[in-house]
């Protein structure tokens, strides 16, 4: 087993704790971090990588934690005459490879402290002899002995056991061992008072250790506790929004409805006022001519669902548009005449002709304003409309004579071309 190495180690510590273990010489050992790491946990880790000498951080004043940790390992304590920058960190670091801000301020840390002993070290290798250990003349000058006071520790040999069950005891003890001692029985002496201070102090960081799992469990069984008391109440509060959320939607669905319902209502209440105001006229000897804005399909088909256009009189106010269509569709609504304020085109007049509808221009009806309504005279209507159906009728009586006078025509022509071939 060999033994383990001295180590600087810096610490930040947080939420998310972090360690950079280095070598006395500044070689990065090892660097991690983690948010679950509890104290006990960390302090196991950093006896897996070494036996730190140094514990650094990069604030002052030293946060607790680090305090702590200095403390378990009786080692020596490194903070810096004020907190480390965040430049000079990123220019400390800069060489070196690590996974988030806590690990580089943990690895500033620990450089900071090599920094701060490098001299010292550097002067301790210049004086060492061969047959002393390096790290060993390096621990106990950083712990306060002189170089000369340290190599003599060091230097002295075990006293001899001149017995053989003595002999063979020594020669059973295993390598690694005599290496951890050292060649003094002085230094042995302190260093086991040390071994024995170090383990009184671990024991009471395992009473803190044990106290503080328990307060921990037990926080952790509160947080439990309330986690369910959250969930619970977030179940019910998705079960609630999903009730919201489907009346909300039922609450929308008749708001359109009523709105459609207030949109209909409105049109039926000019309707039937409108309506009202014709039946008025009408029995007042009146009869009312229902106005339709433009010639289309569309306008006639409202103006026909508004009003009703059967057995009625049709103003329109523009007949520029229509065709054939349009006027097809007056006459399936079984109007009785219509009256023009500008030209008609020829195909809409004969589908209006053929169907015997009478066309009168606003120039030929004697109109009046009853209100809002156009109207005209029942009596003078009728007149018009007699005279309208009679020059209908007329006119197509007259283009039959013109038919059969023009076959009368073409058939004597054929005679008198036969005649002349006969002789």
């Known amino acids: 087993m060999a033994k383990r190495t001295y180590t600087i180690v810096g610490i930040d510590p947080g939420t998310t704790t972090a360690f950079a273990v280095l070598d006395l010489k500044g070689q990065v050992i090892s660097i991690a971090s983690s948010r679950s790491w509890g104290f006990s946990e960390l302090v196991g880790l950093l006896i897996e990588s070494g036996?730190?000498?140094?514990?650094?951080?990069?604030?002052?004043?030293?946060?607790?934690?680090?305090?702590?940790?200095?403390?378990?390992f009786n080692a020596i304590l490194h903070t810096p005459i004020s907190s480390l920058s965040v430049d000079q960190k990123l220019r400390d670091t800069k060489p070196y490879s690590y996974a988030n801000e806590h690990e580089r301020d943990a690895l500033a840390a620990a450089i900071d402290a090599v920094r701060s002993i490098k001299n010292k070290l550097e002067?301790?290798?210049?004086?060492?002899?061969?047959e002393v250990m390096l790290d060993?003349?390096?621990?106990?000058?950083?712990?306060?002995?002189?170089?000369?006071?340290?190599?003599?520790?060091l230097k002295k040999p075990l006293a001899k056991v001149d017995n053989e069950v003595g002999s063979c005891e020594q020669d059973r003890t295993p390598s690694f061992e005599r290496d951890l001692l050292g060649p003094d029985i002085y230094y042995l002496k302190a260093l086991i008072k040390r071994q024995d201070e170090q383990i009184s102090r671990l024991a009471s960081y395992i009473v803190d250790l044990k106290q503080s799992l328990q307060l921990s469990q037990k926080k952790v069984l509160q947080l439990q506790n309330k986690i369910d008391m959250v969930r619970s109440e977030n179940a019910k509060n998705v079960k609630l929004n999903k009730e919201i959320s489907f009346r909300q939607k039922e609450i929308d669905r008749l708001a359109e409805e009523l709105a459609y319902s207030k949109r209909v209502n409105k049109g039926l209440k000019k309707r039937s006022q409108k309506l009202k105001q014709i039946r008025a006229a009408e029995h007042n000897a009146l009869k009312a001519i229902k106005i339709v804005k433009s010639f289309n399909r569309e306008t006639i088909q409202a103006a026909d669902e508004q009003i009703g256009l059967a057995e009625s009189i049709i103003l329109l106010e523009d007949a520029s548009g229509g065709g054939i269509a349009a006027a097809g569709l007056l006459v399936s609504k079984g109007i009785r005449a219509?009256?023009?304020?500008?030209?008609?085109?020829?195909?809409?007049?004969?589908?209006?002709?053929?169907?015997?509808?009478?066309?009168?221009?606003?120039?030929?009806?004697?109109?009046?304003?009853?209100?809002?309504?156009?109207?005209?005279d029942k009596k003078t209507l009728e007149i018009m409309i007699e005279k309208g159906h009679t020059e209908i009728a007329n006119v197509k009586q007259q283009e039959r004579l013109d038919s059969l006078e023009?076959?009368?025509?073409?058939?004597?022509?054929?005679?008198?071309?036969?005649?002349?071939?006969?002789?």
Request: no cysteine; hydrophobic share 40%; glycine share 4%.
């Open 136 to 153: 060993e003349l390096q621990m106990l000058v950083l712990r306060g002995h002189t170089v000369d006071s340290a190599i003599n520790l």
């Open 406 to 423: 023009t076959l009368v025509e073409a058939y004597k022509h054929d005679r008198m071309k036969s005649g002349q071939n006969y002789d």
């Open 123 to 130: 002067s301790v290798e210049k004086k060492a002899p061969p």
């Open 338 to 376: 219509v009256v023009l304020k500008n030209e008609m085109s020829d195909a809409a007049r004969k589908i209006l002709f053929s169907a015997n509808v009478p066309i009168f221009s606003m120039r030929e009806v004697p109109v009046q304003l009853s209100g809002n309504l156009v109207t005209i």
């Open 51 to 72: 036996h730190p000498i140094i514990i650094a951080t990069d604030k002052n004043p030293t946060p607790g934690t680090v305090d702590r940790i200095k403390r378990a």
